[in-house]
């Protein structure tokens, strides 16, 4: 026979709910309904099948989207079916039923508003856009060519605001000029970011070129500028007694230049004591490469006679030698350039003393020194 009772449109929607897979306990188990939480509004509104029976309501308890049963159910049950009834009849609303108590707070977002559709008479007679950027179009109705002087205020207050104008402003030309400008202006603080080069002076700006004082931007100018210093001082005293060419303890020196075509300037002040005749010299190794004498600074081969950078032929006595010489080495950028400074004595049994007096005798009359090595990068 036909149907008798509510058009089943006007039912409440039953909802059906992912079954559970028991593990021979209580609970609790989650309600989920196609795998996301569900939470019942309450026990009454459940009906669950296991094994072919429709649980009594009472024999479980709900707590939030989970149900846990009075009596532990078997993991070998079935469940068959949950099935969720809501409440209330369905109904169409009515035009204009809808109320300004029935909607949330800003339930209604800018995509549900139609475009165009928003009136003056929509806006408070204040709108407050200070922390918004308003940008208008590229001509405004009732403007013109521009906002006139007579439509502004008498004062209008831009103090704490940013102006930003387009890249050609109508009435400004090429830009702005002296007569635009109030008589003083303010640069100590008015001015941000980086001024342009080309507004500093005359000329080419770049990395070979500097400013001068006349307003003019000219080559840099060329080699023998002090790039670096390196410096050691040695404070203990040691002998040379040696009569070929051997390495003074403590007196090396290394140095990397940070630039192409660099010379390096030999410095220093040695000071020592002596018996006999004695000379010294200057060795440098280009990373790792093994010491050779400095070049050119040596003195010029002549037959048996010692040579070196420095000698004395006295019997005895106390002496000190200040080396001062331009070596041109050649390198390559980060080759570390190491000197030391060789010793040797005509006769072993009388050496050199450094930083001491041969005899050393210990009184006020005698004394000790230092011995310093200060080399310094030239550039080319």
Not at 175 to 202: H, W
Not at 263 to 286: A, E, H, M, P
Not at 293 to 303: I, K
Not at 358 to 378: H, P, V
Request: proline share 3%; net charge negative; with cysteine.
């Amino acid at each position: 026979m036909a149907y008798i009772g509510r058009d089943i449109t006007s039912l409440s929607n039953a909802a059906i709910l992912d079954d559970i897979t028991f593990s021979s306990s209580a609970g609790p188990y989650n309600l989920t309904k196609s795998t996301v939480a569900f939470t019942p509004i309450s026990a009454q509104a459940l009906v669950i099948s296991i094994d072919g029976v429709i649980q009594d309501p009472g024999s479980y308890t709900i707590s939030g989207s989970t149900v846990t049963f009075d009596t532990s159910i078997s993991s070998s049950c079935t469940n068959d079916f949950i099935v969720h009834n809501g409440v209330g009849i369905v109904n169409e609303v009515s035009d204009g039923a809808v109320t300004t108590a029935k909607l949330g707070t800003d339930a209604v977002t800018t995509a549900k508003i139609l475009d165009n559709n928003v009136t003056v008479a929509k806006l408070p007679t204040t709108l407050d856009i200070s922390g918004n950027t308003v940008t208008l179009p590229a001509s405004v109705s009732g403007l013109g060519t521009g906002i006139t002087a007579s439509q502004l205020t008498s004062t209008l207050d831009i103090s704490s605001k940013t102006i930003t104008l387009p890249a050609s402003v109508s009435g400004l030309g090429t830009g702005i000029t002296n007569a635009q400008l109030a008589g003083s202006i303010d640069v100590t603080s008015k001015i941000t970011g980086v001024v342009p080069s080309a507004n500093l002076g005359s000329g080419t700006a770049s990395s070979s070129t500097i400013l001068y004082g006349d307003s003019t931007y000219k080559a840099e100018p060329g080699g023998g500028k002090v790039l670096q210093i390196v410096q050691m001082a040695k404070t203990d005293t040691t002998s040379i007694n040696g009569t070929s060419y051997g390495d003074i303890t403590g007196l090396s020196l290394a140095i990397t230049p940070t630039a192409a075509s660099s010379k390096i300037l030999l410095t220093g002040n040695i000071n020592y004591g002596f018996q006999n005749d004695g000379w010294l010299k200057f060795q440098v190794d280009i990373d790792g490469a093994g010491y050779n004498d400095v070049t050119g600074y040596m003195g010029a081969a002549a037959s048996n006679r010692q040579v070196g950078a420095f000698g004395v032929f006295q019997a005895a006595g106390t002496a000190g030698w200040s080396p001062m010489f331009l070596h041109t080495p050649s390198y390559t950028l980060t080759d570390v350039l190491t000197y030391k400074i060789q010793g040797i004595v005509s006769n072993g049994t009388y050496p050199f003393y450094i930083n001491r007096t041969w005899t050393d005798t210990d009184s006020t009359g005698y004394g000790r020194t230092a011995t310093t090595l200060t080399f310094m990068e030239i550039a080319a």
